[in-house]
Antibody, heavy 125, light 108 residues
Framework: EVQLVESGGGLVQPGRSLRLSCAASGFTFDDYAMHWVRQAPGKGLEWVSGISWNSGSIGYADSVKGRFTISRDNAKNSLYLQMNSLRAEDTALYYC??????????????????WGQGTMVTVSS | SSELTQDPAVSVALGQTVRITCQGDSLRSYYASWYQQKPGQAPVLVIYGKNNRPSGIPDRFSGSSSGNTASLTITGAQAEDEADYYCNSRDSSGNLVVFGGGTKLTVL
């Protein structure tokens, strides 16, 4: 079964850090680009970051650039999001999502065909 | 604010046809993908590319594009189609991914 399972969310104080993980199974992980997408409570979807199959193409939304770092470990079939200098506006459900292509920047189709169930991040004092 | 604009809410009578639109300058150069999200669930890809449906998506869902507007059409809407629908594509630079603000579809 094709599956993405996020973990690492929780309650964190403003200014602190958190690392999210996404474990992939049921498909050849290193054949595909991956993304993080978040959804604040009661709000819409917001793309956070994307990474190509070999980590050669990486991009960030302006709202997180300089604070968040995406990475992947193909040997472990895992995707990560290191979140530093967290703010209240980063409070959201964070989803990892699989791209249909191996390089999200080279192939701008942006079709995210598999999603995890999300991990909740709450930034509050 | 998003570079892709969607109507916040749309309604359709059961069995009728509804079109949900997504507007943005980048859509002149890039296709949009469409996602369905029901309460408490993760989004599901329903349309991508010119007009492609992933396996398992009913053929009542279709996509089209003209100028700066992409459209998702549901022909013969069913009660289970009631959900939030999001488009995504590129920003004006082509280097970042953006989502539309979402459209809440109500099936009457």
């Amino acid at each position: 079964e094709v599956q993405l399972v996020e973990s690492g969310g929780g309650l964190v104080q403003p200014g602190r850090s958190l690392r999210l993980s996404c474990a992939a199974s049921g498909f050849t992980f290193d054949d595909y680009a991956m993304h993080w997408v978040r959804q604040a409570p009661g709000k819409g979807l917001e793309w956070v970051s994307g990474i190509s199959w070999n980590s050669g193409s990486i991009g960030y939304a302006d709202s997180v650039k300089g604070r968040f770092t995406i990475s992947r470990d193909n040997a472990k079939n895992s995707l990560y999001l290191q979140m530093n200098s967290l703010r209240a506006e980063d409070t959201a459900l964070y989803y990892c999502a699989k791209d249909q292509d191996f390089d999200w920047l080279l192939f701008p189709h942006d079709a995210f065909d598999i999603w995890g169930q999300g991990t909740m991040v709450t930034v509050s004092s | 604010s998003s570079e892709l604009t969607q109507d916040p809410a749309v309604s359709v009578a059961l069995g009728q046809t509804v079109r949900i639109t997504c507007q943005g300058d980048s859509l002149r150069s890039y296709y949009a993908s469409w996602y369905q999200q029901k309460p408490g669930q993760a989004p599901v890809l329903v349309i991508y590319g010119k007009n492609n449906r992933p396996s398992g998506i009913p053929d009542r869902f279709s996509g089209s594009s003209s100028g700066n507007t992409a459209s998702l059409t549901i022909t013969g809407a069913q009660a289970e189609d009631e959900a939030d629908y999001y488009c995504n594509s590129r920003d004006s630079s082509g280097n970042l991914v953006v989502f539309g603000g979402g459209t809440k579809l109500t099936v009457l």
